[in-house]
């Protein structure tokens, strides 16, 4: 009953795969003599859900890091928005709007669910440091604001009995649904999960495919997701690319990705 | 006002009588998004008509039926009154049914409309759809995941709040006109019981009936409109629909909405409601809970804790009945309640409690005692869905622990030969629906409910029941044998969840004891014992050693009785899973089915009478998501050691 002006602006359009949110052309990356990456290129779809697989080793998670920033590689180009990059640092690719989460989670474990969550819409505030410690004026109000919108995010990934709670203290699964509500926090057009699923039961991975099946339903955000789990990753996303040892040697749907015999041998083992 | 609210003979006419004398006043609170929202009696009545308005234009009309399947929301509540404002009949469900289990009800009672709350409920409803090709508007509450939905039978409730919003500036004046149609005969609500043994029953209440109930029960109690209660059990339960729709339309209170199933105890301590009911596994977790925490404290903490709980035990209860208590008594208990008394009925929540009521099975002595001593006026009551729940009830200072009360005004009590309790009560139900055959047999031609409860008055003229009529039963000795009344003593032991007898035409009493995870696991922790789930820890020898000290217990508590001395408990096994509710192996509401158990079990029960050591068991289970496994387990049986009756031994 009560106005939500917020709220609308979170709901997009829902899953209309649209134009290209990322495109990856060439990409290469070594540390010293080691090759992470060779020659990798792809494309991102705003609002799609896209998976990248692959042995241990084969250069996923740098490929997460080369988008979100934090390596640099050394060939290739990167477009955000058609938009090419160069040495972007982690902070502006979260002011571009990608945002991710952690293989071994980023929380502030001795921090409640609520105040991790707020950490967040960080990039977002905008009222100086002095007037956020007296809560004078505007900070007052952008918090209320911030902390709407977190409430909204606790309200979606149904951690409302957490709200108080340090998140040192909280099971594995919900840690890892608590990192997730970070990321959403910064309201991003791209999220980057890095083995969302990776250690959970199997109740605890079903939630949280839904979670992810209703952060790209409802907020429309385009999802570049790491797993291990065949079973997730054939159910949840859109596309499929295949890496190993650092080179693409597969992409697309996931049942073309499984018909695929390089991938078959490389990754899925060879079939009898 | 009392006499003017007197006349009022539906809830409708009530919801109208609040909104114009305390419009301005709260009617239903619901946590969302980490604030309490208030919906003011004004704003209750006005959702009510425009949801009224729009289920008239989707042909909801008199004598239909309407479900409603969710958590306690106000908008169910709306929904609920809405459809008494059409002279249509809300039969609330039980939102963790299965959706087979939902078929039954819309078919029975021609269900054409429907609220679920979310995605969740939406999903079973059209999982039977084949079978309910009646069921024509499903509206949901909560949108999420439902976006993508494209059956046409599917309606938010913003749709369909829309429709009402026309409809009422088509025709208004057009809900009054309705509402002043109904009288107080006509049914208000339909209730699908939890069926132990067949299909389930509606059990058809009238407006009257429930009100009448609801009145004389508030005016027992002096309930006002300034009384606030928490609605947190299940909708479909009558209880429930009483402490949350009936009796806050009599009387004009407040009820609030926890935010989830899991925020109810912070939800609780946020609100403070005056007025609580709390079935007794309720309380007992509350207290399983409270000792768990107790024992982790600091020592000086715990032994305060100890000491003034032990001045508690011996005076709270005397305290509270007004009693003649000594003055050092008075102070030591005074100095406890402000250390710690207070602050632990602050913890639970239970600070502003008035009147507290538990019901719908035995509640232990202990733990009864346990809250009474805090100061907090716990009672009990007795009733059923077919008598509109108050049928006895403890009135102020002459509360016992093994009693239900005398029956409360208005209400005829009787026994017949068989010990089987009849009543007759303004508060009785109509109807089986489509059932006369059933209601027939329960309800008899000058109007007495057959119970099937079995107990006598004790000297204060205080109702005692003991067990079923029909589960009552007698060993091989012609012993009498009330299973439930031994289970009860079972399950009064922190460590036992739940347990099964068996006796009936047999040669002596055995058992299945399933342990409560959350106080073993505590204990085994405390022992250093490691284990790795549930049927690790239950198969542990010393657990099974622990479970002994509890039935030897109720062995030498037994044998004091003369009648039952001689259905101690010979033999028994821990069970190896949790009995379920989804395994059929419980009613809905917690009951074990123990003839279902007997049978699913046969081989554990074979082997207890058999004089086996230990049995080998693999059980069908299914899982949450509708997945179905199996588990296997070597279950050790173990004897339990017996004592003479207390009036044998005097005589030796």
Redesign the interface.
């Given at each position: 009953?009560?106005a939500q002006p917020q709220a609308q602006e979170m709901i997009a359009q829902?899953?209309r795969i649209g134009e290209v949110l990322l495109s990856v052309e060439e990409v290469s990356l070594s540390f010293g003599g080691v090759n992470a990456l060779t020659d990798v290129s792809f494309e991102v779809r705003e609002h799609e859900i896209r998976a990248i697989i692959g042995p241990n080793g084969a250069g996923k998670s740098s490929m997460l890091n080369v988008i979100n920033g934090v390596y640099h590689p050394q060939k290739g180009t990167i477009r955000f928005l058609g938009q090419p990059r160069h040495d972007v640092d982690t902070h502006e690719a979260a002011a571009q709007g990608i945002a991710r989460t952690f293989q071994n989670l980023a929380l502030f474990k001795g921090m409640n669910v609520l105040d991790n969550i707020m950490t967040g819409r960080n990039l977002r505030m905008k009222a100086g440091l002095l007037a956020q410690a007296i809560r004078f004026g505007r900070a007052e109000r952008e918090e209320l604001e911030h902390?709407?919108v977190v409430?909204?995010i606790?309200?979606?990934l149904?951690i409302?009995?957490y709200?108080k709670t340090p998140v040192g203290r909280l099971p594995y699964g919900l840690q890892k649904r608590v990192d997730l509500g970070r990321a959403l926090a910064m309201e991003p057009r791209l999220l980057l999960l890095d083995e969302p699923m990776a250690g959970m039961n199997v109740?605890e991975k079903?939630d949280m495919c839904?979670f992810v099946l209703?952060v790209n339903?409802?907020f429309g955000t385009t999802i570049v997701l790491i797993e291990h789990d065949m079973g997730v990753v054939m159910d949840i996303s859109d596309r499929v690319i295949v890496l190993d040892y650092g080179k693409k040697i597969g992409d697309g749907t996931p049942d073309e990705v499984r018909g695929t015999q390089a991938v078959i041998d490389a990754y899925l083992g060879v079939s009898h | 006002m009392a006499t003017d609210i007197g006349t009022l003979d539906t809830f409708p006419k009530l919801l109208l009588h609040h909104a114009a004398v305390r419009g301005e006043r709260p009617a239903i609170r619901e946590k969302?998004?980490?604030?309490w929202?208030t919906?003011t009696w004004k704003?209750f009545a006005d959702e009510v008509q425009i949801l009224a308005c729009a289920l008239a234009e989707q042909g909801l009309g008199r004598g239909d039926h309407m479900a409603l399947i969710g958590d306690n929301r106000p908008r169910i509540y709306a929904a609920m009154c809405a459809a008494q404002c059409l002279g249509a009949v809300p039969v609330p469900m039980y939102q963790d049914a299965a959706a087979a289990e939902m078929a039954f009800p819309i078919q029975n009672a021609d269900i054409a409309h429907a609220l679920a709350e979310d995605q969740e409920q939406v999903d079973k409803l059209l999982e039977i759809l084949p079978q309910c090709p009646r069921l024509a508007h499903i509206t949901y509450d909560d949108p999420?995941?439902l976006?993508?939905y494209a059956q046409p039978q599917l309606a938010s409730y913003d749709r369909l709040r829309e429709i009402g919003v026309e409809a009422q500036r088509r025709e208004p004046g057009f809900i009054e006109r309705e509402i002043a149609k109904g009288t107080g005969d006509d049914p208000a609500a339909m209730f699908f019981t939890s069926g132990t043994t067949a299909t389930p029953k509606g059990v058809v209440l009238t407006h009257h009936a429930l009100i009448d109930r609801a009145r004389a029960a508030a005016e027992m109690e002096g309930l006002s409109d300034s009384d606030v209660v928490l609605a947190y059990l299940p909708p479909a339960w009558i209880g429930q629909n009483i402490f949350s729709y009936a009796q806050p339309f009599a009387t004009g209170y407040c009820i609030c909405c926890p935010?989830?199933a899991?925020?109810v105890m912070?939800d609780m301590r946020e609100i403070g409601p005056s007025y609580y009911f709390a079935p007794p596994r309720v309380l007992e977790a509350l207290l399983t809970q409270v000792s768990i925490r107790m024992e982790d404290a600091g020592r000086v903490k715990r032994a305060m804790y100890l000491y003034f709980m032990d001045v508690a035990q011996r005076v709270g209860g005397a305290i509270l009945d007004r009693k003649k208590v000594g003055v050092g008594d008075r102070l030591r208990y005074a100095l406890g309640d402000v250390l710690v008394y207070g602050p632990l009925r602050n913890v639970l929540g239970m600070s502003r409690v008035r009147v507290a009521y538990t019901a719908g099975e035995a509640i232990g002595p202990d733990l009864f005692k346990f809250y009474r001593s805090l100061g907090i006026n716990l009672k009990q009551l007795y009733g059923s869905t077919e008598t509109s729940v108050f049928v006895c009830v403890q009135p102020n200072g002459q509360v016992k622990p093994d009693t239900v009360g005398p029956a409360v005004p208005g209400v005829e009590l009787k026994f017949t030969p068989q010990r089987e309790l009849l009543i007759r009560s303004p508060g009785l139900f109509k109807e089986y629906y489509k059932n006369p055959q059933a209601t027939a047999e329960a309800k008899d031609r000058e109007g007495w409910f057959h119970t099937g409860d079995a107990g006598y008055f004790d000297g204060d003229g205080h109702l005692k029941i003991i067990d079923r009529v029909k589960d009552v039963g007698k060993l091989n000795d012609g012993t009498l044998f009330a299973p439930k009344y031994l289970e009860n003593k079972l399950k009064f032991f922190p460590y036992v969840k739940e347990a099964v007898t068996f006796g009936d035409g047999r040669d002596r009493v055995c058992a299945f004891i399933n342990i409560d995870m959350e106080a073993v696991g505590n204990w085994a922790e405390k022992r250093s014992l490691a284990y790795t789930g549930y049927i690790d820890l239950a198969s542990r020898d010393d657990v099974g050693e622990l479970v002994g000290q509890c039935v030897e217990r109720v062995n030498a508590d037994l044998a004091q009785d003369p009648e039952l001395a001689g259905s101690q408990i010979h033999r028994f096994l821990v069970l190896h899973k949790e009995l379920d509710a989804d395994d059929g192996e419980l009613t809905r509401t917690r009951k074990v089915r123990r003839g279902f158990i007997g049978e699913r079990y046969a081989p554990l029960v074979k082997a207890l009478y058999a004089g086996e050591a230990s049995v080998h068991v693999e059980a069908q289970v299914k899982y949450?998501?509708g997945r179905s496994g199996s588990i296997s387990a070597d279950l050790k049986i173990r004897d339990a050691k017996t004592f003479a009756p207390a009036a044998a031994k005097r005589a030796a």
């Open positions: 009953m009560s829902g899953r902390r709407a409430e909204r606790i309200d979606f149904e409302q009995a709200r109740e079903q839904r209703d339903d409802q | 969302d998004l980490g604030i929202q919906w704003q999420r995941g976006r993508h935010e989830s899991e925020t912070t949450e998501d």
